[in-house]
C-alpha cells in the first residue's frame, strides 16, 4: 500500500477529507501535527507530534518515526505545515518544493521583492519596523495604500489607509496583533515587520493549482464577486468558474505561473490571490498549500469514467506522482460562503439553518463556531462562523443562492467577558 506523509496544524477538517480520500484510493496515510510530544497520541490518530517552531526537530522527528515506514509522497495543509512539508521532502528524497521557496511564498515582503526583480506587474512597497512611526512612513508613501503584516493569510491584519492619520491607526492594529502571544510564540522573523504598499483598484480572483517540475495546471479560477476595497478586506463568496474568456482566465493562469517561477516554486499544490486591474494581473501571493479548510468541497473533478474525485484524491495522486492531467473540474458552477463574523463577542448560537438549508442550490452548511467560543471579526479575527456551499448551473446562481441562504441565518452572539485589570 502505498504511503503519504500528510503535515498538518493539530486539529482541522481538512485532515478527515484526506483520510477519506486515502481510503477510497488505498492509500495509507501518516500524520505529522503541531502537538505536544508528551502526551500519548491524545487525538488516537498515530499522528507524529512535531513542533513547527523547531524546524530542525520536527524533520527529524519525522525522518525517526518513518525510518522502516518508506514513503511515497507529502502532502501540507496550511501554510506553517508546509515549510515543514517542504523540509521532509528533501530529507526523505521525495517530490516538493524547495524550502527557501516555500519561506519567499509565506513572507509578502520576500515575494515582492522577486516579483519586482523578475519585473512582473507589482505595486511599490516598503518595509516597515514595528517600532516606526507613522509619521515618518507616511513621508516616503502615497495615499491609499495598504498595511499588512508579512507572514498572516486571510486578510487577517490587513487594512487600507486613505490618510496619515488612518495609516498611523492601521499600524497600530498591526502591531497590536503580531504581539499577541500565540503570534510570538511562532517564532517567526517576520512578525517584526510590516508591510506598505500601494492599494491596488480591481476585482479579486484566486486560483488552484498544481505544479509539477515547475508546470502549472489550473484546477479552478475563483471569483470573488463582493467588493474589496476596504478598510478591512474579508473574503466571503469564492464561486466558480470565474467570469471572462477563455483567454482572460488563461491571463491569469500565465500570471500566477509566472509568479510561482520567480518565487522558485516548483512542485505541489498552489492558492494563489491576484487583483485585476485593467491592464495588469498583479499576483499578491502564492501559497505552497491548496485552499484551505472546508473549502475544497467546493471542488469536484472528473475523469474520462465520470467519476467524481475530490480535491484530495486529486492531490494524493499527485503527491505519489501519478499523472492528473487527466481530471477535469465537474461542468456545473460551485461556490462557498465563509460566513462572516459581525462583532465581536462570544458564540452562543444560530437560528435558520433548516430555512437556508431549504434554499433551492444549497448543498450543505456547516457551522463550525462552538458555544461560547471567542470570535473577532478581521482584521484581527483569523476564522469563520461556518460555510455555505452550493452548485447550480451558472455563477449567477451560485452566489444568490448563496447570498439568500445567508439572509436566514441569525447567529446571537453575547457581549465579551471583560478583561479585569488591576487598579493603580
Known amino acids: 500500500m502505498p504511503r503519504v506523509l500528510l503535515v498538518a496544524e493539530t486539529t482541522g477538517y481538512q485532515i478527515r477529507s484526506f483520510v477519506g480520500a486515502a481510503d477510497r484510493l488505498g492509500v495509507e496515510i501518516v500524520l505529522a501535527s503541531d502537538r505536544c510530544h508528551v502526551l500519548e497520541d491524545p487525538w488516537r490518530d498515530q499522528a507524529i507530534p512535531i513542533t513547527f ?27 506553517h505545515p508546509a515549510l515543514i512539508a517542504a523540509l521532509a521532502a528533501e530529507a526523505l528524497w521525495l517530490s516538493g518544493n524547495p524550502p527557501d521557496a516555500v519561506r519567499i511564498a509565506g513572507n509578502k515582503l520576500l515575494t515582492r521583492r522577486r516579483l519586482r526583480d523578475a519585473e512582473l506587474p507589482c505595486p511599490w512597497f516598503t518595509f516597515v519596523g514595528l517600532e516606526e512611526s507613522a509619521q515618518a512612513v507616511a513621508e ?54 510590516i508591510l506598505v504598499e500601494k492599494y491596488l483598484p480591481g476585482r479579486e480572483v484566486a486560483l488552484e493549482g498544481l505544479l509539477t517540475k515547475g508546470a502549472l495546471q489550473t484546477l479552478a479560477v475563483f471569483d470573488k464577486p463582493d467588493p474589496l476595497e476596504g478598510p478591512f478586506f474579508e473574503e466571503t463568496i469564492y464561486v466558480t468558474p470565474a467570469a471572462g474568456t477563455e483567454a482572460e482566465v488563461r491571463r491569469y493562469s500565465e500570471a500566477v505561473a509566472q509568479a510561482a517561477a520567480a518565487i522558485g516554486l516548483t512542485d505541489g499544490p498552489i492558492h494563489a490571490e491576484c487583483r485585476v486591474g485593467d491592464d495588469a494581473v498583479f499576483v499578491l501571493e502564492v501559497a505552497p498549500r491548496p485552499i484551505g479548510g472546508l473549502c475544497s468541497r467546493v471542488l469536484r473533478f472528473t475523469e474520462a469514467n465520470d467519476e467524481m474525485a475530490s480535491l484530495e484524491e486529486v492531490l494524493l495522486r499527485h503527491a505519489l506522482t501519478e499523472s492528473v492531467a487527466q481530471y477535469r473540474r465537474e461542468t456545473l458552477a460551485a461556490g462557498v460562503m465563509m460566513i462572516p463574523i459581525p462583532e465581536d463577542g462570544r458564540y452562543k448560537g444560530v437560528d435558520g439553518l433548516e430555512r437556508a438549508r431549504a434554499v433551492d442550490h444549497v448543498e450543505e452548511i456547516v457551522i463550525t463556531a462552538k458555544r461560547d467560543q471567542r470570535i473577532q471579526p478581521l482584521p484581527e ?30 447567529f446571537d452572539i453575547a457581549a465579551p467577558i471583560p478583561i479585569l485589570r488591576p487598579e493603580t
Not at 476564522?383 to 447570498?403: E, H, K, M, N
Open 381 to 410: 479575527g483569523g476564522s469563520y462562523l461556518g460555510f455555505i456551499f452550493a452548485r447550480a448551473d451558472t455563477p449567477d446562481g451560485v452566489v444568490s443562492a448563496l447570498r439568500a441562504a445567508h439572509s436566514r441565518l441569525t
Open 53 to 79: 517552531r523547531d524546524e530542525t526537530e520536527a524533520v527529524q522527528s519525522i525522518r525517526r518515526a518513518l525510518a522502516d515506514r518508506p514513503t511515497s509522497g507529502v502532502v501540507a495543509v496550511g501554510d
Open 140 to 193: 516616503r508613501v502615497s495615499f491609499p495604500c495598504v498595511v499588512k503584516p508579512l507572514s498572516m493569510s486571510a486578510s487577517r491584519g490587513v487594512v487600507r489607509a486613505d490618510t496619515p492619520e488612518e495609516l498611523d491607526a492601521a499600524m497600530t492594529r498591526s502591531r497590536q496583533l503580531l504581539r499577541l502571544p500565540n503570534v510570538q510564540a511562532l517564532r517567526d522573523p517576520a512578525a517584526l515587520a
